[in-house]
């Protein structure tokens, strides 16, 4: 069966220092993969997807950026954090029109 | 970009109860998936509906895809507090979620 990994799953780094988000995935090859954020209690908003190795798509220009390294591996990068980057970051892999999601990260950026 | 609208935003109802929750588009989805939050987890997913009119039951979960496929409805039969959560509605090609339903089923 199919499992989803994400680490940390809490983070608390102070603004301007550098944040690396990783996400696995076991059981399924050339998974499309997802990265969201949630703000408090509500819904998710994409910031990128991938098809495949080393294909990124960007959905909001932000501060982030995202890379994907290996086919079951999706990291979530910044340079220098926001007091904004604050949130609840979700990792997703999908196939068949159905996604599934990893236990998520919350960042407190401070 | 197609909007995704759901409501009520929040619902407190006693164990026992009946409830019914809502997603709305603006466009017609091509396919719409059902998900229940807990707090500090992922969401999980309930249901994938595909065709219009159709109807699907999880349980005490019912869930209807309306015949224009613009619209569905998540109807939850006595509600137990095991129910409380955050429920999505997402419309998968676009990869949108709504804002959420945020359900409490007290005991």
């Known amino acids: 069966s199919q499992t989803i990994h994400q680490w940390p799953a809490t983070l608390v780094q102070p603004v301007g220092s550098p944040l690396s988000l990783e996400c696995t995935v076991e059981?399924?090859?050339?998974?499309?993969l997802y990265w969201y954020r949630q703000a408090a209690g509500r819904g998710l908003q994409l910031l990128f997807y991938?098809?495949?190795?080393?294909?990124i798509s960007s959905e909001v220009p932000q501060n982030l950026s995202a890379s994907r390294p290996q086919d079951r591996q999706f990291i979530l990068s910044s340079k220098k954090l926001l007091l904004s980057d604050s949130g609840f970051y979700l990792c997703?892999?999908?196939?068949?029109?159905?996604?599934?999601f990893g236990p998520g990260t919350r960042l407190t950026v401070t | 970009t197609q909007l995704l609208e759901q409501s009520p935003q929040f619902l407190s109802i006693q164990e026992g109860e009946n409830l019914t929750v809502y997603c709305n588009s603006s466009s017609v989805f091509s396919s719409l998936q059902w998900y229940r939050q807990e707090p500090g987890e992922g969401p999980v997913l309930l249901v994938t509906?595909?065709?219009?009119?159709e109807v699907k039951k999880l349980k005490r979960l019912t869930f209807q895809f309306g015949d224009a496929r613009k619209d569905s409805s998540l109807h939850i039969t006595a509600a137990q507090p095991g129910d409380t959560g955050l429920y999505l509605c997402a419309e998968y090609s676009d990869m949108r979620f709504g804002a959420g339903t945020r359900l409490t089923v007290k005991p």
């Open positions: 997703a892999w999908g196939q068949d029109g159905e996604q599934y």
């Open positions: 991938s098809v495949g190795i080393g294909q």
């Open positions: 059981g399924t090859s050339n998974p499309n």
């Open positions: 509906v595909v065709t219009g009119g």
